[in-house]
């Protein structure tokens, strides 16, 4: 190998590491404020006195938050760029985390909740995206799922850092106050990033594109990978508008991602991730370290491993085998859960502590990372930004929902019909997956854009 040839591979692996450390802080950080709160609410709740209804807010709220950054994410991502974007998800982390740890009230501690869920939706819009656009087509299942790797890890740390500070009562202002340092790290790995060529030769800044593409991709011909992505912009002149993202061309891509936005939430994940302490408590783990340790080798622990099994599977295997298999596995667990809590029996602990972390394998290699994925390579470029805004805003909306009643809803109609309300969003998922989501595995994003154009190129296998 020449020496030419070996700084430009050198070059490419710097930077792809670069492109990958933005997507892990990003996911790690969407990850520790979902695990944090469930440590964290017990001293809230004693510094400020709530109730059951206000302690649903504080915890939910991020996901209003992160509703609304995720709409703002796409057109920041359009507009400004996907790098500029991720930027912007550090520094509202870093704000919303640092306002969170002073907050001297119950008003600035959801304030603070707010601002650091804008960040959230930024972020879920625009790392997921760009890990996309950056990734060759073999590899790119394994960028956007090493997002959601890192979210699995940003959990299983934030329940770590529960453990160690669950002492003190106080010390809650600790734990939410944590992310600022990573914050303060996502912003500076995206300032070393390269910008997405494809957002580049989007805007018209054909130049700065190549100089991108040659960069990260040193060796490879760039001109058949620029035809590709210009054939595809061709008629583009400006950003979509938002009456395009919903116009009759792109309804069926649209469906099938804000389908999988809704069911990744309203099979039970985030009112687990959220409720993970006190659904043990019910469970008959009567002690605060005995839910603990429960919560975080159980929920979190088994989250991170699990995931791996979607990085080495899902560019191998494809989506769709995944989504099913873990649909699968997911409602089995649910519905032996909601069994243990009727029963109230000696055994029901061991049954929902062996149900859970079968339901946490099941979607850390389906639905948490197979949806982000399939989710950011449906939309054809012209209205991708957008379009991912409006299936990650649904995501979230989906998400307030569950995590701001779930404990109503547990209280209305008790635990076992809850888990089992969960379970029939797991069968209604299965057939609506089969049915409906093509597979995308091995295709080009100029490839799958061809599908909603002339469905006739469809495989017969993958026809919705």
């Known amino acids: 190998m020449s020496k030419e040839a070996g700084t430009g591979a050198e070059r490419l692996s710097a930077l792809m590491m670069v492109v990958v450390a933005v997507i892990i802080l990003a996911g790690m950080l969407f990850g520790y404020d979902q695990g944090v709160i469930s440590g964290a609410l017990s001293g809230i709740k004693k510094s400020f006195g709530l109730g059951p209804t206000l302690l649903e807010v504080v915890t939910s709220w991020v996901t209003l938050g992160a509703l609304v950054g995720s709409l703002i994410g796409g057109e920041l991502a359009d507009r400004i760029g996907r790098k500029k974007a991720v930027l912007a998800a550090g520094v509202l982390f870093t ?8 907050a001297p009230d119950t008003l600035v501690l959801v304030g603070g909740r707010l601002i650091i869920g804008i960040g959230v939706g930024l972020a879920a819009v625009a790392a997921p995206l760009y890990g996309a656009e950056l990734a060759p087509a073999s590899w790119r299942g394994r960028f956007v799922s090493a997002y959601q790797l890192a979210i699995t890890i940003g959990i299983f740390l934030a329940y770590q850092v529960d453990a160690v500070l669950s002492g003190e009562e106080s010390n809650w202002r600790l734990m939410l106050g944590a992310a600022a340092v990573a914050g303060i790290a996502l912003f500076l790995a995206a300032l070393a990033a390269p910008e997405s060529p494809r957002w580049l030769l989007k805007v018209g800044r054909k130049e700065e594109a190549l100089a991108e593409l040659r960069a990260v991709r040193p060796g490879v011909d760039q001109a058949p990978v620029v035809a590709a992505i210009e054939g595809s912009l061709r008629e583009e002149a400006h950003n979509a508008s938002w009456a395009e993202v919903f116009d009759r061309r792109w309804r ?8 999988l936005a809704i069911y ?18 019910s469970a008959g783990f009567t002690t605060p370290a005995a839910q603990t340790m429960a919560t975080t080798w159980a929920i979190g622990a088994v989250n991170v491993l699990a995931t791996f099994i979607a990085i080495a599977y899902i560019d191998k295997i494809g989506r769709r085998p995944l989504l099913l298999a873990g649909l699968v596995g997911m409602g089995v667990s649910l519905f032996a859960v909601g069994c243990a809590f009727l029963s109230k029996g000696g055994a029901a602990g061991a049954v929902t502590l062996v149900g859970l972390v079968i339901f946490i394998i099941s979607f850390a290699f389906s639905l948490g990372p197979v949806v982000w994925t399939v989710i950011n390579e449906v939309f054809p470029s012209r209205v991708r930004g957008r379009a991912v805004a409006v299936a990650t805003a649904v995501n979230w ?9 779930f404990l109503t809803l547990v209280e209305a109609i008790g635990r076992p019909a809850t888990f089992w309300l969960f379970t029939f969003f ?12 093509p597979e995308t595995n091995g295709r080009t994003l100029e490839e ?3 599908f909603w ?4 190129l469809v495989p017969a296998a993958d026809r919705s």
Do not use: H, K
């Not at 704000?95 to 002073?102: E, T």
């Not at 069926?252 to 389908?259: D, E, H, N, S, Y």
């Not at 990744?264 to 408590?281: E, K, L, P, S, V």
């Not at 069968?427 to 049915?435: A, H, I, L, Y």
């Open 448 to 450: 799958i854009e061809l």
């Open 264 to 281: 990744q939430q309203i099979t039970g994940i985030n009112a687990i991730i959220y409720y993970a302490d006190g659904i043990f408590a």
């Open 252 to 259: 069926r891509p649209l469906m099938l991602a804000v389908g």
């Open 453 to 456: 154009a002339e469905p006739a």
């Open 426 to 437: 797991c069968v209604t998922g299965w057939v609506w997956v089969w049915r409906r989501v």
């Open 397 to 405: 909306g989906a998400a307030f929902v569950v995590s701001q009643f």
């Open 95 to 102: 704000l919303g985390a640092l306002l969170q740890s002073i």
